[in-house]
């Protein structure tokens, strides 16, 4: 009898088997659906989302071209905290405490308004449909367009947070004095590895930092009251002029000093001879994990950097998203609904 009975279930469980086996694919892409984000989302819901988002960061570009470096930054901050959720935009209210006073962001992050009037013409068009932390992504790669970089499609269908993360902001965020492997720890924390940071660096090739962000390179990089001499010593003159010892903490710089508006690579150039303006920057030229190798690599061939640039930033835009019902779609991106 359990002979029997085992020989007829066989053939059963193998039928079961096979049609599991032949609907998988379709309940798992319905799911991945839901989870993952891609370019068309938004095809049906707000198909002009794409020419408003570019229409007013060209304008906000055109009467200031540090803005495009700006708005760059701003998707790398959202994305190292809680994932690329638009929690860098909420401002501090009731329980909420702003990453905008994190010590990255603090004096520093800018572009806020800019992203308050995409949204507010994104949501004339099609009202809380678009997600800001969709028009950060959108705003960055419009950015690296228009200063003349690479350009990519953007993944879309994140939702906003409803929390921010002070600690997140401070912990996760690399610091222009951190080591090369604290640096690189802090990228594989969030799934990327060296090439992504040796290529996402590369967007260095546009913006500015303040003094206060590299003066101990320039003074007492090691506490000894000697300065860094991996910067070369003529540029760290040019740079003491307007970063002394103390005061002008603030004062601006660009962070590539031979087109410092234009996405190119001369931000790797830069760093093969001594001129890379953060210590971060410089680390980079170490022979530890191929990281100087990358380097040379995009300083000789702009094309190899222009091709890698968009694939890590589509990487780091995947940074754990708020996706299907998760999160939500706020109306203002500086609160809460
Ligand atoms: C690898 C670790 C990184 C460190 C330590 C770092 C650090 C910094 C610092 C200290 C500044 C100047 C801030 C100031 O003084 O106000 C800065 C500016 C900037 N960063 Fe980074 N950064 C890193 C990676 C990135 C990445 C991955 C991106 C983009 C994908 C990025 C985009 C920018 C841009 C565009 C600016 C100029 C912003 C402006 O002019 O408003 N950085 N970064
Ligand atoms: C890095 O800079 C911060 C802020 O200026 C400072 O508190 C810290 O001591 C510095 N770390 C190192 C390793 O120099
Ligand atoms: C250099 O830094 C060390 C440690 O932060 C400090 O004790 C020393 O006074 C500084 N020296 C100079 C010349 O600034």
New binding site residues.
Partial sequence: MAHHHQSMSSPMVLVFMTILALFAPICFSHDLKSSRLYPQFYHRSCPKVHEIVYSVVARAVAKEARMAASLLRLHFHDCFVQGCDGSLLLDSIGSIVSEKGSNPNRNSARGFEVIDQIKAAVEKACPQTVSCADIVALAARDSTVLAGGPSWEVPLGRRDSKTASLSGSNNNIPAPNNTFPTILTKFKRQGLNVIDLVALSGSHTIGNARCTSFRQRL??QS???QPDYSLDQSYAAQLRARCPRSGGDQNLFFLDYVSPTKFDNNYYKNIEVSKGLLNSDQVLFTKSESSMELVKKYARDSGLFFKQFPVSMVKMGNISPLTGSRGEIRKNCRRVN
């Fill in positions: 003074y007492n506490g000894n009251g």
